[in-house]
């Protein structure tokens, strides 16, 4: 991940930027806190490529498939775009490497505003199940990503609100004690 930052609450085209003006940009740890992984792998040769194969044994990512997001190459396009816009949640972790092309991952923080990831060839991205998202292409409109997952793939995305689920109680059970674990007390 190369530009994270504070999204505008405009309704132009999903696919430009939506910098917030001035510009805030959010450090790397901000991520990290709120339980989004990265990392910098090399695409142009996935297939032999060591690190990947340690990531995957290391958190069991068994499912592997690759998918062009484009509208020349996904049925039912304009369809599934909409869809992937729509802020959801995954009761599993939503794993996805970009192979070739580019586009955004929208995900909330503990204010509940929107950070917006661009996600880039070479970039491996971890969303914690049970965290609030969506996608959309940027302007280039193509992104080629490879879709990981522990186990058979569970494809099912629950649109806001969806609270009552056990990985969104989870999840905002791990970010509520990482902010505790992060706070200093006064005085002391």
Same mark, same amino acid.
């Given at each position: 991940? &190369?530009?994270?930052?504070?999204?505008?609450?405009? &309704? *132009?085209?999903?696919?430009? =930027?939506? /910098?917030? &003006? =001035?510009? *805030?940009?959010?450090?790397?740890?901000?991520?990290?806190?709120?339980?989004?992984?990265?990392?910098? %792998?090399?695409p142009?040769?996935?297939?032999?490529? #060591?690190?990947?194969?340690?990531?995957?044994?290391?958190?069991?990512?068994?499912?592997?498939?690759?998918?062009?997001?484009c509208? *020349?190459?996904?049925?039912?396009?304009?369809? !599934?775009?909409?869809?992937?816009? #729509?802020?959801? %949640?995954?009761?599993d972790? &939503?794993?996805?490497?970009?192979?070739?092309?580019?586009?955004?991952? +929208?995900?909330?923080?503990?204010n +509940?505003?929107?950070i917006?990831?661009?996600?880039? !060839? @070479?970039?491996?991205?971890?969303? =914690?199940?049970g965290?609030y /998202?969506?996608?959309?292409l940027?302007? +280039?409109?193509?992104?080629?990503?490879?879709?990981?997952?522990?186990? +058979? =793939?569970?494809?099912?995305?629950y649109n806001?609100?969806?609270? /009552?689920l056990?990985?969104r !109680?989870?999840? $905002?059970?791990?970010? $509520? !004690?990482?902010? @505790? *674990?992060n706070q200093?007390?006064?005085?002391?």
């Amino acid at each position: 991940m &190369e530009n994270e930052f504070q999204m505008d609450d405009s &309704e *132009e085209d999903q696919r430009l =930027p939506h /910098h917030r &003006e =001035p510009k *805030e940009f959010i450090p790397v740890d901000k991520l990290t806190e709120l339980g989004v992984i990265s990392w910098r %792998l090399n695409p142009d040769n996935w297939e032999n490529c #060591e690190n990947l194969k340690r990531i995957r044994e290391a958190r069991g990512y068994s499912y592997v498939d690759i998918c062009d997001v484009c509208p *020349e190459k996904l049925p039912n396009y304009e369809t !599934k775009i909409k869809s992937f816009f #729509e802020e959801h %949640l995954h009761t599993d972790e &939503e794993i996805r490497y970009c192979l070739e092309g580019s586009g955004y991952f +929208d995900v909330r923080d503990q204010n +509940d505003q929107w950070i917006r990831i661009a996600l880039k !060839k @070479g970039g491996m991205i971890v969303l =914690p199940a049970g965290m609030y /998202h969506r996608f959309t292409l940027d302007t +280039d409109n193509y992104i080629k990503a490879m879709r990981l997952f522990v186990g +058979d =793939p569970v494809w099912t995305p629950y649109n806001r609100p969806h609270d /009552h689920l056990p990985a969104r !109680k989870e999840f $905002l059970a791990k970010l $509520l !004690k990482s902010e @505790g *674990e992060n706070q200093a007390v006064e005085g002391f």
